[in-house]
């Protein structure tokens, strides 16, 4: 630490300084990721869903006849 240009509480200020800057940076990145997936989760979701049904149509299809029958079950009880 150089005595001339900076004492303890000058350290402490700037320590300060940096740490409210990397909360605010932290909280605008936090801010617009909890936009995105709060907006846009049924797109992708959905997104995800297609492109796994085309790349395997065989399990997609036993996954919705597996859901359908837990479903179906269900609702007649």
Known sequence: M?????TPSNTS???ASST?????VASEKLQEASTH???????DLWGLLRD????????????CFGLGMVVGWKLHR
Not at 37 to 43: D, G, I, N
Request: negative net charge; proline residues 6%.
């Open 20 to 24: 409210s800057q990397a909360t605010h």
């Open 52 to 63: 796994y049904a085309h790349e395997k149509p065989d399990v997609a299809a036993m996954w």
């Open 37 to 43: 997936y709060v907006t846009e989760p049924a797109k």
């Open 13 to 15: 200020a700037h320590t």
């Open 2 to 6: 150089n005595s001339a240009t900076e």
